[in-house]
């Protein structure tokens, strides 16, 4: 069976490359989009070659993968692999952002990796209601997120489809040529509404996944971690892959982290749901203490029954970026039998993410001088 089986998108969440609404079951969502789980023992295999698993692969934030085994064996064998990442800029960036990106940086320096990131500004005049001028702006400040990770500069390039169409464009025409509408339409619910620019897009999307072959001049394994909402674009990719003699791309894939409201997941359109780079630190503290949570409607309440970390949106975040698999489980445990109030978890929140925060914008002011080390070239 092909990658690019037909979507279904009756569910009561939905999920597709550019909206995620309700509460995602990550189980139905792997099964639809044909993906694998990944285990316990592949998390074994990936650990030794690392010597350590991320927290994120540890807490399951990464739970699903297409040929992960199969590009582990290939470095067993002495064939490296490029990552492949990126960003679609539509506003500023938010935590939720960041969570393909830590992994991603773990990734370049535990397997010396080269890194593309990918910038689709393309994407983002076609699919949505901005001006170029806007997502221009967006793209800058975002280029300076990337930089703050603290990728390898001599291994690490950045993409931006408009700057770079002329490195793009040649490799996306043999994609397309090999990509039926019928198929486009199957996996992304493309109409006849549909404006022919948001058509043509994927292609594009899907360059970087041969470009490190074209670099390299032999095929040349890839690896894309990413939230598992841009996983139809590769789908795609996948399908026609070894028709134009490259590998398919191999991909590890996210969750959502969640709203700091109630269902769904962060949104650059909607402020109040997410905590951005960008920040002002009271500002940040004012989201948190509004920021929805399990437990119960009073202290006495939360003694006798307990929280619900399940559904809370601090316990998330919390175990996201600041808890250690063990102090995530002491907390989930002193939350459930009544413990733990929900007013020190966000104290805990709100104390981590402004420290967090405030040394991240530090690191984003000095990548201002590092911008044009970082983006791409034919040179290196």
Same mark, same amino acid.
């Given at each position: 069976?092909? %990658?690019?089986?037909?979507?279904?998108?009756?569910? %009561? /969440?939905?999920?597709? *490359?550019?909206?995620? &609404?309700?509460?995602?079951?990550?189980?139905?969502?792997?099964?639809? /989009?044909?993906?694998?789980?990944?285990?316990?023992?592949?998390? &074994?295999?990936?650990?030794?070659?690392?010597?350590?698993?991320?927290?994120?692969?540890?807490? +399951?934030?990464?739970?699903?993968?297409? %040929?992960?085994?199969?590009?582990?064996?290939?470095?067993?064998?002495?064939?490296?692999?490029?990552?492949?990442?990126?960003?679609? *800029? #539509?506003?500023?960036?938010?935590?939720?952002?960041?969570?393909?990106?830590?992994?991603?940086?773990?990734?370049?320096?535990?397997?010396?990796?080269?890194?593309?990131?990918?910038?689709?500004?393309?994407?983002?005049?076609? /699919?949505?209601?901005?001006?170029?001028? &806007?997502?221009?702006?967006?793209?800058?400040?975002?280029?300076?997120?990337?930089?703050?990770?603290?990728?390898? +500069?001599?291994?690490?390039?950045?993409?931006?489809?408009?700057?770079?169409? +002329?490195?793009?464009?040649?490799?996306?025409?043999?994609?397309?040529?090999?990509?039926?509408?019928?198929?486009?339409?199957?996996?992304?619910?493309?109409?006849? #509404?549909?404006?022919?620019?948001?058509?043509?897009?994927?292609?594009?999307?899907?360059? *970087?996944?041969?470009?490190?072959?074209?670099?390299?001049?032999?095929?040349?394994?890839?690896?894309?971690?990413?939230?598992?909402?841009?996983?139809?674009?590769?789908?795609?990719?996948?399908?026609?892959?070894?028709?134009?003699?490259?590998?398919?791309?191999?991909?590890?894939?996210?969750?959502?982290? *969640?709203?700091?409201?109630?269902?769904?997941?962060?949104?650059?359109?909607?402020?109040?749901?997410?905590?951005?780079?960008?920040?002002?630190?009271?500002?940040?503290?004012?989201?948190?203490?509004?920021?929805?949570?399990?437990?119960?409607?009073?202290?006495?309440?939360?003694?006798?029954?307990?929280?619900?970390?399940?559904?809370?949106?601090?316990?998330?975040?919390?175990?996201?970026?600041?808890?250690?698999?063990? &102090? #995530?489980?002491?907390?989930?445990?002193?939350?459930?039998?009544?413990?733990?109030?929900?007013?020190?978890?966000?104290?805990?929140?709100?104390?981590?993410?402004?420290?967090?925060?405030?040394? /991240?914008?530090? +690191?984003?002011?000095?990548?201002?001088?590092?911008?044009?080390?970082?983006?791409?070239?034919?040179?290196?």
């Amino acid at each position: 069976m092909s %990658d690019s089986s037909k979507e279904d998108y009756s569910d %009561d /969440f939905e999920v597709t *490359p550019w909206k995620v &609404e309700g509460s995602v079951d990550y189980a139905r969502l792997m099964k639809k /989009f044909g993906t694998q789980e990944i285990t316990d023992e592949l998390l &074994e295999k990936f650990k030794s070659f690392t010597g350590e698993l991320h927290p994120l692969l540890e807490h +399951k934030f990464f739970f699903s993968h297409r %040929d992960l085994d199969w590009i582990l064996n290939k470095y067993e064998n002495n064939e490296k692999f490029y990552l492949y990442t990126g960003r679609g *800029p #539509s506003g500023m960036v938010h935590l939720g952002h960041l969570m393909p990106w830590f992994l991603t940086k773990h990734l370049q320096d535990k397997f010396d990796s080269n890194l593309l990131f990918q910038i689709t500004d393309d994407e983002k005049f076609l /699919f949505g209601n901005k001006s170029m001028e &806007e997502i221009n702006k967006n793209v800058y400040e975002n280029i300076l997120d990337i930089i703050a990770i603290g990728f390898n +500069k001599s291994k690490t390039k950045i993409i931006v489809n408009s700057k770079h169409i +002329k490195h793009l464009y040649s490799t996306s025409l043999e994609i397309a040529k090999r990509i039926t509408f019928s198929t486009a339409k199957s996996i992304f619910g493309f109409t006849n #509404s549909t404006n022919i620019g948001m058509i043509g897009f994927p292609p594009l999307q899907g360059v *970087p996944c041969f470009l490190p072959s074209i670099i390299e001049g032999r095929p040349t394994p890839v690896l894309i971690p990413a939230a598992i909402d841009q996983d139809p674009y590769w789908r795609l990719t996948r399908d026609i892959a070894e028709k134009i003699g490259f590998y398919k791309p191999a991909q590890i894939h996210s969750k959502f982290l *969640p709203s700091l409201q109630t269902v769904g997941k962060m949104s650059s359109s909607d402020p109040e749901t997410a905590i951005f780079t960008t920040d002002d630190l009271d500002v940040i503290e004012k989201k948190i203490s509004n920021t929805f949570t399990g437990g119960q409607p009073t202290i006495s309440l939360q003694k006798k029954l307990g929280g619900n970390p399940g559904v809370c949106s601090v316990f998330s975040y919390l175990k996201y970026m600041f808890d250690t698999p063990a &102090e #995530s489980n002491e907390r989930e445990l002193r939350c459930r039998s009544g413990n733990l109030l929900c007013g020190e978890c966000k104290h805990d929140l709100s104390s981590h993410s402004t420290s967090f925060i405030s040394m /991240f914008q530090e +690191k984003r002011e000095k990548a201002k001088d590092l911008v044009s080390d970082f983006m791409y070239s034919e040179d290196g």
